[in-house]
């Protein structure tokens, strides 16, 4: 069982940046793909970004190239979400998730186990 725990999120003025973090439990947290993902209220929970398991492969969602980047540490255990001229439509709860012995996936259902959420928050 792997838990996922992201921290980072916040209240953020349009234009502005956070970073979010998701750390790990497992110890062969470099066997994960990991992927972040969001859901707004009323809205279905979408792809946001993901990662291989060594880091040398990433995509983003159109909605957030450009502006976001995912990195991963896998001495730390812990994948990053840099996010950079954050708009008011990036207000969601956002979330991590791990896809063992995959490579980043944009489909939810390829995800193994899923953090609790980091709400943020973008104000106009």
């Known amino acids: 069982q792997v838990q996922l725990v992201e921290s980072g999120g916040g209240l953020v003025q349009a234009g502005g940046s956070l970073r979010l973090s998701c750390a790990a439990s497992e110890g062969t947290f470099s066997t994960y793909a990991m992927g972040w993902f969001r859901q707004a209220p009323g809205k279905e929970r979408e792809f946001v970004a993901a990662?291989?398991?060594?880091?040398?492969?990433?995509y983003c969602a159109d909605s957030v190239k450009g502006r976001f980047t995912i990195s991963r540490d896998n001495a730390k255990n812990t994948v990053y979400l840099q996010m950079d001229s954050l708009k008011p439509e990036d207000t969601a709860i956002y979330y991590c998730?791990?896809?063992?012995?995959?490579?980043?996936?944009?489909?939810?259902?390829?995800?193994?186990?899923w953090g609790q959420g980091t709400q943020v928050t973008v104000s106009s």
């Open positions: 998730a791990a896809e063992h012995l995959g490579s980043g996936s944009w489909w939810p259902q390829r995800y193994n186990y």
């Open positions: 990662i291989n398991w060594s880091g040398d492969s990433t």
